[in-house]
């Protein structure tokens, strides 16, 4: 699930409630994994992955992740991204289009704190992206973690991620492919609404 935080008035903010309230009601599952398209400047090389959305907290959309990551690295290079999610349970998607940047430190401690400690020690024991021997390593370094690292302090190579996205296409399949395309794109601070051809 997706925590929704003095959820901002605007109306492609409200359509987004209004279609994740319906698949919620329809039962979707991982209603909370959207994919992060990144695009590396010093690779030359686009890549995607999804995570989970924690908040939507007025504007931004806010997820955790590694700051040593390949994701980390791409964001670091270029910080634009596009974030996509599709609800089957609806059929519908949603496209975005924003900046990315990272959470407070502040934000990141509280956050971490409030956290089961066995994620905390995964958290802290994966260089997340780095090659390893095996995978019996990654649980070697994960249960050293549990029994012997101070799992509610954050450490500063993990965090959030915050964007708010500046361009929004909701996409609603309908019969005989007659599908719906409504973008909303801020122009200026002022969101200019259009339809797109299916
Ligand atoms: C449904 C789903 C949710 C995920 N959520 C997260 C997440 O919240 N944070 C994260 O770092 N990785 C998450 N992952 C793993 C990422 O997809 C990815 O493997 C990892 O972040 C490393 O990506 P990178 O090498 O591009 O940095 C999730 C994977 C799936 C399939």
Redesign the pocket.
């Known amino acids: 699930m997706i925590q929704f935080n003095n959820l901002n008035q605007e109306i492609p903010y409200q359509l987004l409630k209004e279609k994740y309230d319906e698949a919620m009601n329809a039962g979707q599952k991982?209603i909370?994994?959207i994919s992060i398209a990144?695009y590396d400047s010093k690779k030359n090389e686009v890549?995607?992955?999804?995570?989970?959305?924690?908040f939507i907290s007025n504007d931004e959309f806010i997820?955790?992740?590694?700051y040593n990551?390949?994701?980390?690295?791409?964001f670091n290079s270029h910080d634009q991204i596009a974030a996509l999610v599709y609800w089957p349970s609806i059929n519908v998607q949603i496209r975005m289009k924003a900046k990315i940047k990272r959470t407070t430190d502040e934000f990141n401690q509280n956050y971490f704190f409030n956290r089961s400690e066995e994620k905390n020690a995964l958290a802290i024991s994966s260089s997340?992206?780095k090659p390893i021997d095996s995978y019996n390593q990654v649980k070697e370094n994960y249960n050293r973690s549990l029994e012997s690292d101070d799992l509610k302090k954050c450490p500063e190579y993990w965090g959030g991620y915050s964007f708010a996205p500046y361009y929004f296409e909701f996409w609603e399949g309908h019969e005989s492919r007659i599908n719906k395309r409504e973008v909303f794109d801020k122009i200026d601070g002022t969101w200019k609404h259009s339809f797109l051809q299916p």
């Not at 890549?47 to 924690?54: G, H, P």
């Open positions: 991982g909370e994994a990144s890549d995607s992955r999804y995570v989970n959305l924690k997820f955790f992740s590694n990551s390949q994701k980390a690295s791409a997340q992206s």
